[in-house]
């Protein structure tokens, strides 16, 4: 049925228009997505062997909290983030944030570190970038990717003739994810909302990284919309099904069900006896009332805080897989106004009981 000449150029434009918004929504998806059968995911292979064959090799000496090792670890996030054209979230322009740790330490720190060599520890590392959001009004909203750089260091006593804990799980897997997901962001579809990366020092000892980072944000806490910590993704967990990740506090907040509804892989975590919201950095953060849980998909296994929690133990397809699977969730985030909010009851004590003090 043929009607006017205007009404066809009217419908005509409004065709193209649709098929036009359709076309670059479909490429906006397109590069939102992760496409896992690509040259994408070879890359992103490649990426996370070279971060953690790195971060985890014996001659970063497990990257002891608040010792040279850890600021090499910083140094090298720091030129990582650098390299993709961040911007320096520490102080001064600069990449990294330095923090002097209590002097002297608390005595039960002390005593803890005993085990480990004797070793100067007077400040401590966080490496941070930003990646400015492009939407004019939801640039001012944050979302905050974390893991810890640190990890135990190296032992005053080999165990089985080994004295250095490598930490490839725990945390080179986190660290790992990050600066991926930083390369991710930087050079795929720009971001409607700003997104930090930060990499925080001396969480094995008492998260002061993640204290000095809450002390001088690089952006008002209030603005962190949502605070995701990376925490031992080298493995798969048996708990829970086969490329799954976990996030602590699942029941805490909103954040959780809403990035599984957009297709994240993640389910509630397996092993609430152990507490694992209260023991990562993401609790400071949450004290402070910023919607923070830890990604994980530890199955307790038993190099956990021992000298074999090396690169030979991880699963790489594992842990690919499992940053390719966040990728398009975390781009959904990044670019929706939606929030989480706490579930009645989730938002924990600003203040961690006497006894955790
Ligand atoms: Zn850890």
Not at 324 to 351: F, Q, Y
């Amino acid at each position: 049925m043929l009607l006017s000449g205007r009404f066809n150029l009217r419908i005509l434009v409004l065709l193209t228009c649709t098929f036009g918004q359709a076309l670059s929504l479909q490429a906006q998806k397109s590069s939102r997505s992760f496409d896992s059968s690509s040259a994408q995911m070879a890359s992103l292979d490649r990426e996370v062997h070279a971060d953690m064959f790195f971060l985890a090799d014996d001659a970063l000496h497990g990257r002891g909290s608040a010792t040279r090792d850890e600021h090499l670890a910083a140094l090298f996030a720091a030129s990582q983030f650098q390299s993709l054209g961040l911007e320096p979230g520490g102080p001064a322009g600069s990449f990294l944030q330095k923090s002097p740790l209590p002097d002297p330490l608390p005595e039960r720190l002390q005593h803890h570190l005993a085990k480990f060599e004797d070793t100067s520890r007077k400040e401590t590392w966080n490496a941070i970038a930003i990646l400015r959001g492009s939407d004019p009004n939801l640039k001012n909203e944050v979302i905050l990717l974390t893991a810890h750089l640190d990890h135990l260091g190296v032992a005053a006593t080999p165990i089985n003739g080994d004295a250095i804990y490598n930490g490839a799980d725990d945390d080179a897997s986190g660290t790992t994810a990050v600066l991926t997901l930083a390369h991710l962001l930087a050079t795929g579809h720009h971001p409607r909302r700003t997104v930090v990366f930060a990499l925080f020092g001396s969480e094995e000892i008492g998260g002061f990284g993640a204290r000095a980072f809450l002390a001088n944000p690089p952006t008002p806490l209030t603005n962190i919309v949502a605070n995701l910590e990376f925490e031992m993704i080298g493995r798969p967990d048996p708990a829970v099904p086969a490329g799954t990740l976990w996030l602590t506090g699942y029941e805490r907040s909103t954040l959780g069900p809403e990035l599984a509804k957009h297709g994240a892989h993640l389910v509630n975590d397996p092993h609430p006896k152990e507490q694992f919201f209260q023991r990562s950095d993401n609790i400071a953060l949450a004290r402070q009332g910023v919607i923070a849980h830890t990604v994980s998909s530890f199955g307790l296994h038993t190099d956990y805080h021992q000298p074999t929690d090396e690169l030979g133990t991880i699963d790489f397809t594992h842990m690919t897989n499992a940053i390719a699977s966040i990728v398009a969730p975390i781009h959904w985030l990044t670019d929706t106004d939606w929030k989480p909010t706490w579930n009645p009851g989730g938002r924990p004590e600003a203040h961690p009981p006497t006894s955790q003090q």
